[in-house]
């Protein structure tokens, strides 16, 4: 069995329909890497994380795919530090702000050239950060992932998947987990899931591919979508965010937690621009869309897991909210202003609760830095 199978395969069946959380889905797949493989069985829906394509899904999962600098193998590393959550200006300050960046964005890429290819090719590193249950510290889990979408229906999905192990989080966790006997195995819970194992030992990547959904279905936009739809996606702000919503169901992408049109609009198009294959007039309305929500905040010289500096936009949503217990976490996206290409998708703690229980307001719980993105004529590499 191939990678694609062993993660379709970690999917609980009724996850097919509906959506989960996001670390939930990460914490599955690290668990599902580290198991022997099952027998092959396909799914049916292309459900990646974050609006990651299938195949980035390995590395998000979702999303996650996506993009910038060339990278080979990446040691694992800590999310990128954060301090409390930012403190917002006015409301018309940060509107103002927010759509000054994103019109700017919308220009650089309208003014990128295109190329295409036989596949679209995406690297990422997919990291994600959980307490040690009763050991008093946090580690992250990394895992790197690559993908080889086909342009044309019919063909074979390929990808490259590796975990890069689980490490103390900061020096004072690399001192706990000393005093704690230093384990290869660290054991994590995961609430409603039961107890996940992750080893602090890199792992060779695994390679796998499989025919396209459907025949044709590539990624996630709310719903499954073919690179044809992708490619003829409408290029007005007016017209893409009409197209988008006819998906919206009234709840998260990630959860069935209720969920406003702008933040599912927002987690959507951020999926969008960060590392799928459509025209630069289609990513540059997805910019000038996201310039007309009011929620949106900016926060200057963020740093990304990978070190690199950029600008980036973000909304608030509180998780969990028909429980009352849920965290409310800041989805954001790190780009690069000068050429308004994406950096990094992360989930930042705001108030811990849920699944974030336990972690420091400030933290980045979930983090997908994209390394690379284009299309290639070049062979998946086996």
Known sequence: MNVLDQLRQARPEVLSDSPVDARTRATELSHAMAQPR???????????????????????????????????????????????????????????????????????????????GAYWHTVGVQRTLFKVDGAGYTVVNSQRSESWTPSAPGGEQWSRASSLGAQPATPQDVEAWRQAGSPAEIRVKVPGKGTVELSTEPRAAEVGHAPLVDGDKVFWLGRNVSMK?????????????????????????????????????????????????????????????????????????VKDAEGRTGTAIAVRQRLGAKGGDGAVLQSRLIMDETTGQALAQESVVVEPGGLQAGLEPGAVSDSYTILESGWTDSEPAS
């Open 38 to 116: 099952p027998s092959r069985r396909r799914r049916k829906t292309v459900r990646p994380v974050w609006g990651l394509g299938l195949l980035g899904a390995a590395a998000a999962a979702t999303a996650v795919t996506v993009m910038l600098t060339g990278a080979g193998g990446t040691a694992p590393r800590a999310p990128s530090a954060t301090t409390a959550a930012p403190q917002p200006a006015s409301d018309r300050q940060i509107h103002l702000s927010a759509r000054e960046i994103l019109l700017t964005a919308a220009q650089r890429a309208e003014s990128r050239r295109e190329a295409t």
């Open 229 to 301: 739809d992708l490619r003829s996606l409408p290029s007005t702000p007016a017209g893409l965010r009409k197209w988008l919503l006819r998906s919206y169901g009234g709840h998260g992408t990630e959860s069935g937690d209720p969920m406003s049109s702008d933040d599912w609009l927002f987690a959507v198009t951020t999926g969008l621009i960060r590392d799928m294959p459509v025209t630069p007039q289609v990513r540059g309305a997805a910019f000038r869309m996201l310039a007309d929500l009011k929620n949106i905040e900016v926060i200057d010289d």
